[in-house]
């Protein structure tokens, strides 16, 4: 008799979340699920629980223009990997700017609390392990 088979899922429209103690909750990505994170005045069971109780978020998102505001996360480090394109990763440091070149199949660990933001050479799809708890925006 044949297993039962199961298609995988697609990390852009369920995104992982790492939770403390080694689970790993799918959460069905909406239209509003950024907004609703960075306002941190969710109602949504799954937005409150990536903003309140810590962990990694598993994300995968197509990079087609540079990003157009600077992004730090204040509680963890983030694990960035390019998995196609090419692109190059801004970070704010005390002596000024480090650029990290990103190729097809790299990736880059941007610390807790650095400023940082992508500039696309080549679009592409990243994947982001985001200790995301508090992360801020500001404009460029």
């Known amino acids: 008799m044949a297993s039962p088979r199961q298609p995988g899922f697609d990390l852009r429209s369920t995104?992982?979340?790492?939770?403390?103690?080694?689970?790993?909750?799918?959460?069905?990505?909406?239209?509003?699920?950024?907004?609703?994170l960075m306002s941190g005045d969710s109602q949504a069971a799954d937005v409150r629980r990536v903003a309140d109780d810590g962990g990694?978020?598993?994300?995968?998102?197509?990079?087609?223009?540079?990003?157009?505001?600077?992004?730090?996360?204040?509680?963890?480090?983030?694990?960035?990997?390019?998995?196609?394109g090419t692109s190059d990763i801004v970070l704010q440091e005390q002596g000024g700017e480090r650029v990290v070149?990103?190729?097809?199949?790299?990736?880059?660990?941007?610390?807790?609390?650095?400023?940082?933001r992508f500039i696309v050479r080549e679009p592409g799809d990243m994947l982001a392990i985001t200790y995301g708890k508090g992360t801020q925006h500001r404009p460029l």
Do not use: N
Request: with cysteine.
């Open 101 to 116: 070149e990103l190729r097809t199949g790299t990736a880059c660990k941007v610390p807790q609390g650095a400023w940082h």
């Open 56 to 84: 990694w978020l598993v994300t995968r998102f197509h990079l087609a223009e540079d990003m157009q505001q600077w992004e730090m996360h204040p509680a963890g480090d983030e694990i960035l990997v390019l998995l196609s």
């Open 15 to 36: 995104y992982l979340h790492l939770a403390d103690g080694g689970d790993a909750l799918p959460i069905e990505v909406r239209p509003t699920f950024w907004q609703e």
